[in-house]
């Protein structure tokens, strides 16, 4: 078999037959296929798609590419949740203790920040001593005393995605429908889980702008659980403005903490809320409406916060910033940025939003660069507010003027403000 007829049948729009797709996954990985050609395959298929079945079957060969998670030392079902990206969305940190606290065991494996997107291990190690570099025998035990442990993926955990991804980061064939289901569902199918929730992020700030674009993301995702015999929902959720007040490392985990203590906005409570639900829902507690009126109640009753206390201490972090925030690192310099014109906040361009965060130190341009994890924005205006001359717009918070001056620029950018009030946006917008 030859690479260049394979890339040859996809460029004209043919079928990818399985052994072809083996092929190509297999000897990728091997290293016997060089990255130009794999990026030309990569190419063709952002142009000619894949079918179902090809589809399915790059999932499986990338899952098996590496170690397949057995999670059955835990006990109860497990069930897993995926974010398709965004900015601000720190969900996670909240329902994994949510979830936990209702005896539902969550053994999450998170992945870092790229580009404009944040990632929940980034955030996790802004609590000084939290570690997520966790091998497997202690990750099964926290999670069967504790209920729920978030921690890196395992060294060989997909290496096909990994090869995969970084390619397809410099060879702009990102935002591909079969690339992004194959590279999210191998990994989850590779992580062991029993149920998973997949979070299809939908707007300005998400790979898919529009909600139909989502759903049929959300739709092949779930088609490609089910074959697999994991039970597969998602939700198809807005990100046409950041999730919550909050984009930056420590500034998120500070916001989880206050939607666990019942201080948070409304959007994002009612977020996690809707989130945790699914899961309980997944892991059999119960109807819909009862897992919302649980999850709520987990939150009124401070229970779901102690589980973050309890998690935090097992992967060892000192847990007293959770009650006193002043004890995370802190910045070096702040901003008030304030409004020059008045009207309603008519739109966000929400990926500025994570540029802006990036160049303030929050996040990484290159897997190389540090992070700042006393860097971020805090955000007082957002999509609907109506705003005068002089009104705060956003705080931001870097280690240098200089990155508060880049952060600046382009964050006056991110608004839309009109005279016109806009349409009220829903959180959700459909359920696959
Ligand atoms: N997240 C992933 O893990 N993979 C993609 O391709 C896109 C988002």
Avoid at 74 to 93: A, C, E, F, M
Avoid at 384 to 395: E, H, K, N, Q, S
Wanted: net charge negative; proline share 3%.
């Amino acid at each position: 078999m030859r690479m260049y007829d394979i890339i040859e049948q996809k460029r004209n729009g043919g079928v990818l037959t399985d052994d072809q797709i083996d092929f190509f996954v297999n000897g990728y990985v091997a290293g016997s296929i060089p990255d130009y050609q794999a990026s030309a395959l990569l190419m063709a298929i952002f142009y000619e798609g894949m079918n179902a079945g090809e589809t399915a079957r790059l999932t499986m060969d990338m899952a098996r590419s590496g170690d397949m998670v057995d999670l059955s030392a835990i006990r109860g079902v497990k069930v897993d949740k995926h974010s398709t990206g965004g900015v601000g969305d720190k969900t996670t940190l909240v329902i994994a203790p949510l979830v936990a606290s209702l005896g539902v065991p969550v053994a999450k494996m998170s992945g870092r920040g790229l580009g404009h997107t944040g990632g929940t291990l980034d955030k996790l190690e802004s609590i000084p001593g939290l570690s997520v570099d966790v091998d497997m025998e202690r990750f099964f035990r926290i999670v069967n005393e504790v209920g729920c442990a978030v921690i890196g993926q395992t060294g060989n955990l997909v290496p096909a995605d990994k090869k995969l991804y970084a390619l397809r980061d410099v060879t702009a064939t990102v935002d591909s429908l079969p690339l992004i289901a194959s590279s999210i569902m191998s990994k989850k199918i590779a992580s062991g889980a029993d149920a998973i929730l997949l979070d299809v992020k939908c707007g300005s700030g998400a790979f898919m702008k529009t909600s139909e674009d989502a759903v049929a993301l959300a739709q092949c995702m779930v088609d490609l659980g089910e074959e697999v015999g994991r039970t597969t929902v998602a939700l198809i959720t807005d990100m046409g403005r950041p999730l919550g007040r909050a984009i930056g490392n420590s500034l998120e985990v500070m916001e989880a903490c206050d939607v666990l203590k019942g201080t948070a906005s409304e959007d994002l409570t009612e977020t996690c809320v809707e989130l945790a639900a699914n899961m309980l829902f997944l892991a059999g507690v119960g109807s819909l409406e009862k897992c919302r009126k649980t999850a709520r109640t987990q939150i009124s009753n401070g229970q779901g916060f102690q589980k973050l206390h309890e998690m935090v201490a097992a992967q060892g972090g000192d847990a007293r910033v959770l009650d006193d925030y002043a004890l995370f690192a802190q910045p070096a310099c702040s901003r008030e940025v304030r409004s020059v014109d008045g009207g309603w906040v008519f739109a966000m361009d929400t990926g500025r939003c994570g540029i802006a965060s990036v160049a303030l130190g929050a996040g990484r341009a290159t897997k190389e660069d540090a992070i700042d994890p006393a860097a971020g924005i805090v955000l007082a205006a957002k999509t609907g507010a109506r705003i005068a001359p002089g009104d705060l717009m956003a705080t931001l918070y870097a280690n240098s003027e200089e990155r508060l001056d880049e952060a600046e620029r382009i964050l006056r950018g991110v608004y839309d403000i009109r005279d016109e009030q806009p349409e009220p946006v829903p959180h959700f917008f459909a359920r696959v």
